[in-house]
């Protein structure tokens, strides 16, 4: 009884729990896949995944991300999506940057990787490179979560989840001369990403990336020695911290709750493309 009372609560928390119950229901049924996601620029197949459902069901999430986004991109430029789940900012990056432009999506997760790249053939972005792989700072194999929580599937240790090829992002035969963008959410994995990333970081304009202590601490560091390291690197560590709004984030910084951050290499250059303004 009680654990039927929390999934009624769970249900009727929502903003929206009649569509909250059909979504379920599409999912276990597979009747999703009949279904589209339209977003302002693109559109999304609503396969049988954690991000596609919560998508159909709550058309404003990940907005914030998008909104990014369009303020920083620009016609012809060069974007490399690292944890790129179904592609979202995938395609939102590519109806940005154009055919003179250039993104480069990678997502490890095989099933969702399909999922990724029947949604580029849906928008026919053909501005788009597809890789299938981890990214750490080694090349070799790794095992990779397969919950089905499927957003928050990661690198883990020991035998259980998929055996997944991992490369450094330097070994991809990506061009790297000139990167607007680089953004990365791989659940905790971050700083093995850069420690594989140097030459490409190099030529990296700005760096979009998900910052969280406790996805940090299950791998063994902080958000301070990733701030630390970047730093070295040579970016600054900005934070939005309202509309049109970045403030400098301290190297002791500790992300209590999962938030993204931008390491900016050049603030004048940042400024110029955004608008955004500085806040002491």
Not at 72 to 94: E, K, W
Not at 248 to 276: G, P
Request: glycine fraction near 6%; proline fraction near 2%; charge should be negative.
């Amino acid at each position: 009884m009680q654990s039927i009372l929390k999934k009624v609560s769970n249900v009727l928390i929502r903003k929206r729990p009649l569509k909250y119950l059909v979504m379920r229901f599409l999912k276990s049924s597979r009747l999703c896949i009949l279904f589209s996601i339209d977003r302002d620029d693109y559109r999304l197949r609503f396969h049988p995944s954690v991000l596609s459902g919560e998508l159909w069901y709550e058309p404003e999430l990940r907005i914030d991300d998008e909104q990014f986004f369009k303020q920083y991109l620009r016609p012809g430029d060069s974007v490399i999506d690292i944890g790129a789940n179904i592609g979202g900012l995938t395609l939102q990056s590519s109806v940005i940057v154009g055919q003179a432009g250039k993104v480069t999506a990678i997502e490890a997760h095989p099933r969702i990787f399909g999922y990724l790249v029947k949604n580029v053939d849906l928008n026919r972005a053909t501005n788009v490179q597809l890789f299938n792989c981890a990214l750490g700072n080694a090349d070799g194999t790794v095992r990779f979560a397969d919950g089905t929580m499927d957003d928050t599937n990661a690198i883990i240790n020991g035998e259980q989840g998929l055996q997944v090829p991992v490369y450094r992002l330097d070994s991809l035969p990506i061009e790297t001369a000139s990167i607007a963008l680089l953004k990365v959410d791989v659940e905790g994995f971050e700083i093995f990403v850069f420690e594989g990333a140097e030459r490409a970081l190099q030529a990296t304009k700005c760096v979009y990336f998900e910052s969280w202590e406790e996805n940090f601490r299950r791998y063994g560091y902080s958000c301070k020695d990733l701030i630390e390291w970047l730093e070295r690197a040579g970016f600054s560590i900005y934070r939005l911290s309202e509309s049109n709004c970045v403030e400098r984030v301290r190297q002791d910084h500790s992300a209590q709750i999962c938030e993204n951050l931008i390491a900016v290499r050049d603030i004048a250059d940042f400024i110029e493309r955004t608008k955004f303004r500085i806040r002491d």
